[in-house]
């Protein structure tokens, strides 16, 4: 990671301190080499008759209306990281034509330059920690890639960004000068955080995790030498629509989200490898406090992390379980604005993160679709992510349940995250299709045993 203080010929507007879960991700990316935790990749299908000088131009004037899209981040030297909004930032964009390409050597030219563009680490003191790429594959199809920081943004920012695209686009094709409004800084949100008095939380925090045991996970190998985790591989589990359909029926049926479902199914095979049927998981909830005003036009990183210390016992109930599991995330959701730092080492070993696995179930507008007011269509296409867990599942809902299987090569092979995959589909099918069945039952009916999981 570069640290190096580059020469900034434009002057700062804004300074202030991180939240709490930046300085978390901060933390951890400054312990690996690479410099690419955190980092992550979107790519999109966009079609139409698309001008690739107003796909730049469209993405600058956003980067110009958010601050979030203008800041750096400093830590050397300093007691206390902060981050700065400069009042420009020059944007990265990169604009391919493969046309002249015979099509199988267009399709590998651009998958090629996908994986050269997810290995550029960021420099967290130079703004926009974005950048564009944009691919030319035939006439009117392109793929659109956004390669971003998590420090600066989160789900909902993303599919805010690709909306505001859209319509940023449509203007500047129809000869209108787009909206300039600048949009909320992030500085409300961490000063709100910062001034709370979370003991309350803290103290309920504290309590449900004093037991919690890093969970052994499913066809997990350790590694010969213990170091930072770099998560750089991708594996896609796809449901059909008649799966998908089935388990959003489940959901209703059982009074409980699709979120739930799916944290149900992960749960149940963690516990089915621990003696005391206990399972520990790391997910993430939004973080946009109703009382700060316009809170939801922040681009920016507004999520907290939730741990589950969870008891699944095999007499219970689909149902029933489901149902207790539902209750706890709401109670959670109740104490959720809690720094992560003050429950992350709760009863452990300091320095170590007792989570090895997390969780990510992206309820977000996805800014998908055809668009009336241009010839401009989106339609995700892949995916790419570094994360510091030897273990990260990010769920994407829709017609069809797509999942991203995020892992570490130092701790499976492709070969068992593949394993990994069967047995979590077939987990969540035979919850959805027994809701009153015990869960030892669904564990024989989905093999969850030591002889499938490892």
Not at 178 to 193: E, K
Not at 236 to 257: K, M, P
Request: glycine share 4%; hydrophobic share 40%.
């Amino acid at each position: 990671m570069t640290t190096s203080q580059p020469v900034l010929p434009y002057r700062l507007t804004d300074i202030f301190p991180l939240s709490p879960v930046q300085t978390f991700m901060l933390d951890v990316s400054r312990q690996t080499p690479s410099g690419l935790a955190f980092q992550q990749q979107y790519t999109y299908y966009l079609s139409g008759s698309i001008e690739p000088e107003l796909v730049r131009r469209a993405w600058e004037h956003i980067c110009a209306r958010h601050p979030s899209l203008r800041t750096s981040f400093h830590y050397a030297g300093t007691s206390k990281p902060f981050q700065a909004v400069h009042d420009t930032s020059s944007l990265c964009f990169v604009f391919r034509d493969l046309r002249a390409l015979a099509p199988e050597e267009r399709n590998a030219a651009a998958f090629a330059w996908l994986m050269e563009d997810a290995k550029k680490p960021f420099n967290l003191l130079v703004p926009p920690l974005m950048r564009i790429g944009l691919q030319q594959m035939e006439e009117t199809t392109f793929l659109l890639t956004l390669t971003m920081s998590h420090l600066i943004f989160d789900g909902w920012s993303l599919g805010a960004a690709f909306g505001l695209f859209g319509r940023t686009y449509a203007d500047l094709a129809g000869g209108r000068e787009p909206d300039s409004t600048i949009f909320p800084s992030l500085h409300q949100y961490v000063s709100w955080y910062r001034q709370r008095d979370a003991a309350r939380e803290t103290a309920w925090w504290q309590e449900q995790l004093h037991d919690a045991v890093m969970p052994r996970l499913p066809f997990m190998k350790m590694p010969e030498q213990q170091g930072p985790v770099e998560a750089d591989q991708i594996h896609h589990l796809v449901f059909t629509q008649e799966e998908t359909a089935a388990l959003e029926e489940a959901a209703r049926d059982t009074n409980v989200t699709l979120n739930v479902l799916y944290q149900a199914a992960w749960a149940l095979i963690l516990s089915r490898l621990s003696p005391q049927r206990r399972a520990l998981m790391l997910t993430v909830a939004a973080s946009r406090p109703v009382e700060l005003a316009d809170i939801d036009q922040v681009f920016g990183l507004l999520i907290d992390g939730i741990p589950y210390n969870l008891h699944c016992p095999g007499d219970t109930t689909v149902r029933s379980w489901l149902r207790e599991l539902r209750a706890l995330q709401l109670e959670s959701l109740e104490h959720q604005y809690c720094p992560i730092q003050s429950w992350l080492q709760t009863g452990k070993e300091p320095g170590v993160i007792p989570y090895n696995s997390y969780l990510i179930f992206e309820n977000m507008a996805t800014g998908e679709g055809a668009r009336e007011d241009t010839d401009l269509t989106l339609q995700a296409a892949y995916m790419n992510s570094n994360l510091s867990f030897p273990l990260s599942m990010m769920v994407f809902p829709g017609k069809a349940l797509r999942v991203a299987i995020i892992y570490s090569r130092d701790f499976f092979t492709e070969e068992k995250i593949v394993a990994f995959a069967g047995r979590l589909r077939e987990t969540l099918n035979t919850l959805a299709a027994h809701p009153d069945a015990s869960l030892d039952a669904i564990s024989a009916m989905a093999l969850l045993d030591e002889e499938h999981l490892s």
